[in-house]
């Protein structure tokens, strides 16, 4: 019996090294199917997942992917795989802005400081100021 034809599936990572930033396109393959999900595996994988799936065993490894969720692991088109891309970096950006802004307030509040009681307060700056906080 011959086996299904699933479509691949892809995801935008990147990677940092000397040269700057390498944006990659993973190639993901499915190795089985129901009627919500998928479930990939690496390309160097596949053979090996298969051989797990005919002992009746899924692969601690294999990515289970819903096939109509707004946010998933990989795609099947790689324009969505892309926007994906796209929407998880925004997201680290806002994460990371945070984070910097953060750690700005609470140093400019501990410059001059020897030594800090069970609690401070910091005024933080306008960015965490303008979160959008509601009166409690």
Excluded at 91 to 104: C, G, I, V
Excluded at 113 to 121: A, F, M, S, V, Y
Aim: proline share 4%.
């Amino acid at each position: 019996m011959s086996n299904p034809v699933w479509p691949d599936h892809f995801r935008y990572i990147d990677e940092i090294g000397p040269k700057g930033v390498s944006i990659i396109c993973k190639r993901y393959v499915v190795i089985r199917e129901t009627k919500h999900c998928y479930w990939l595996v690496a390309p160097s994988y596949a053979y090996v997942a298969q051989a797990s799936l005919e002992r009746g065993v899924i692969p601690k490894y294999a990515k289970r992917v819903l096939k109509q969720s707004g946010r998933r692991f990989a795609y099947p088109d790689k324009s969505e795989a892309l926007e994906s891309y796209k929407a998880r970096k925004r997201w680290q950006l806002r994460h990371a802005e945070l984070a910097t802004e953060r750690a700005k307030a609470a140093l400019e509040e501990v410059k001059d400081l020897q030594q800090i009681e069970d609690l401070r307060i910091c005024s933080g700056g306008d960015y965490i100021k303008n979160l959008g906080w509601e009166a409690a």
